[in-house]
């Protein structure tokens, strides 16, 4: 029952709770057991960051809060790779890691819920922006898994890969209305040429088919 008071749930519409951990002072609370909640719920989020970098879809979970929180730990003691329950004597070290234990439990993205929450506003913006269908798991592969920077590549640009996917994507949602019926995307040559240009090439590109059937007919359809 007391458990409600420490954490408060944050829904959001994509279905998962990020839990907003409470890291002010609680009344009757002193600093020294302050310190030592902080550092117990931040030096377990950092071992369970590094045990879900270890699965595919989080692969660089390490780059966000728990590279910010490797990069304090190191400054007040270098080799170390957790926060440490042990209170350090020195007052002004005292302050400031109970100050970077709190900005650490205050990033979303010190939490599974708070990753995915950030990959799927990401991908909420770049689907409306570009004509795009990533889920927020196939956007993290385009981008965590060397995709975007291939795909940039073969068609000379970020943005024009992107038009080009949703292009792509569009177009296998709908190979009989075709993909010039489609007025919410851009139908600018160099975006078709681009989206030709991707269907050609043997590049794997999250949240499009990678069936040659699929691919062929999409190509048959912005050739025209």
Not at 55 to 71: D, G, L, T
Not at 74 to 96: C, I, Y
Not at 99 to 111: G, I, K, N, R, V
């Amino acid at each position: 029952m007391a458990r409600s008071n420490k954490t408060r749930s944050t829904k959001h519409k994509y279905g998962e709770k990020r839990r907003k951990y409470d890291v002010n002072q609680r009344p009757g609370e002193s600093e020294q057991h302050l310190y030592k909640r902080l550092a117990k719920v931040a030096d377990r989020r950092l071992r369970r960051l590094e045990e879900l970098s270890r699965q595919p879809e989080f692969k660089k979970v390490k780059k966000y809060a728990y590279a910010v929180a490797m990069r304090d730990i190191q400054s007040f003691t270098p080799g170390k790779k957790t926060f440490d329950v042990k209170p350090p004597a020195d007052e002004r070290l005292f302050k400031e890691k109970i100050s970077a234990m709190q900005h650490f439990l205050e990033l979303p993205t010190s939490t599974r819920a708070g990753i995915i929450e950030v990959y799927q506003k990401r991908a909420d913006t770049i689907n409306k922006n570009y004509g795009t269908n990533f889920t927020w798991q196939e956007l993290a592969d385009y981008f965590n898994k060397g995709y975007s920077d291939k795909v940039a590549k073969q068609v000379g640009g970020s943005k024009t890969a992107l038009y080009a996917i949703g292009k792509i994507q569009r177009t296998e949602e709908d190979l009989v209305k075709g993909i010039k019926e489609n007025t919410s995307i851009t139908t600018e040559g160099p975006v078709d040429d681009a989206a030709l240009a991707l269907l050609r090439s043997n590049l794997k590109i999250p949240g499009t088919s990678h069936s040659t059937e699929t691919k062929r007919k999409a190509r048959a359809v912005l050739s025209k």
